[in-house]
């Protein structure tokens, strides 16, 4: 299969399932799945546990990455286990660090920065990969050449992104601005292309009382445009063109991300240009040295062969694990609570 059929089938996969999702997401019904019945109380009701959509977008954002990184990494030779490592390897350090990041920039304790997570990747990976390279290299024979795993872990965040963005829409989170606060050309502009939020326990409610009002659809914006940087980039990462594809994933999402904190109402730290923009303006930054200091690399790139360790199933039971350990990481909800009333049906007895 070529380049080109690779990146047909992803983009007519994932713009299935961010319509579908601009379209139910804001809605109440979509923000929880489940609650388990946990704790009995006095009363003969039980204290349950919220499992949420929330989780199972960010669970399938994250393996949906990381299917795209074993592809990538793959295609330029590197083999399974050293690919497996490396992704298992940078997650250890950027899943903690989503929350870390938002407890000590937003001061809550509950909540996932995804762009906190990322701006300790951008560091992380070449470290990791480095030391990779230098405690693994001789004993299992693992090489990791820098500039295609730059690229392919950068094109796989920006697909994961955008993936992720569902997650935001469900929980209302990450929300925008009410169109009555916009200037003219936005309130034009998003008239007819809005969310309006429903149901009291999504944070736009409780924490701005925005349900019902027509607000820019932040989260669909940054949804489109990470998952098409994100599809792009493994387009000329396909195509052997490395440094081409590192731009590609890391310009169009960390300026957009500078650009759509105005366009948001929820709370991102302190100041008018907050942390997270100062976040995404050094990872501009470091892309760009990057690109210029980094040697380009002539690598031979296999799309099929990529392809064909997608099969595998060690890959297939691990995609499993991962998944589930995501959802429980961040499919529980902290921030809200549930009353669990179980009775007999004796008109079926």
């Not at 690779?6 to 999702?21: H, Q, Y």
């Not at 030391?131 to 050449?145: A, Q």
């Not at 916009?182 to 701005?208: E, V």
């Not at 940054?222 to 990462?237: D, E, K, N, P, V």
Request: proline letters at 5%.
């Amino acid at each position: 299969m070529t380049a080109e059929m690779i990146t047909l089938v992803v983009s007519l996969f994932v713009a299935t399932l961010l319509v579908w999702g601009f379209k139910r997401l804001p809605k109440e019904q979509w923000q929880f799945f489940a609650c388990i019945p946990r704790f009995k109380r006095p009363d003969g009701a039980w204290d349950g546990l919220n499992l949420t959509y929330y989780g199972i977008f960010n669970a399938t954002a994250y393996t949906a990455g990381a299917l795209m990184a074993i592809m990538l990494f793959s295609a330029v030779g590197i083999s399974l286990p050293a690919a497996f490592l490396l992704i298992a390897s940078i997650l250890l350090v950027c899943m903690p660090a989503s929350a870390l990041a938002a407890r000590f920039i937003e001061k809550k304790p509950y909540t996932f920065s995804v762009a906190g997570a990322f701006f300790i990747g951008i560091f992380a990976t070449p470290i990791v990969t480095a030391t990779i390279n230098s405690v693994f290299g001789i004993n299992y024979g693992f090489s990791l050449p820098l500039v295609p795993v730059l690229a392919a872990t950068s094109a796989s965040y920006a697909l994961g992104e955008g993936i992720g963005r569902l997650a935001c829409i469900s929980f209302g989170c990450c929300y925008g601005k009410p169109l009555a606060d916009c200037p003219f050309p936005l309130k034009a502009l998003f008239d007819r292309w809005n969310f309006i939020f429903s149901g009291k326990t999504k944070k736009i409610a409780y924490a701005h009382q925005l349900d019902g009002v027509k607000v820019v659809p932040i989260q669909a914006l940054t949804a489109l445009l990470s998952s098409t940087a994100g599809i792009a980039a493994m387009y000329l990462f396909l195509k052997g063109s490395m440094i081409g594809s590192l731009l590609t994933a890391l310009l169009p999402t960390q300026t957009w991300r500078v650009v759509s904190e105005f366009l948001r109402a929820d709370y991102r730290g302190s100041g008018r240009f907050s942390k997270y923009q100062t976040m995404s303006a050094l990872s501009i930054l470091l892309a760009l040295i990057a690109a210029v200091l980094l040697p380009t690399p002539t690598t031979v790139v296999d799309p099929l062969l990529g392809l064909k360790n997608l099969w595998n199933p060690g890959v297939l039971i691990t995609m499993q694990g991962l998944w589930l350990l995501s959802f429980l990481y961040t499919g529980r909800s902290n921030v809200t609570a549930s009353t669990v009333l179980l009775h007999v049906r004796r008109e079926r007895i």
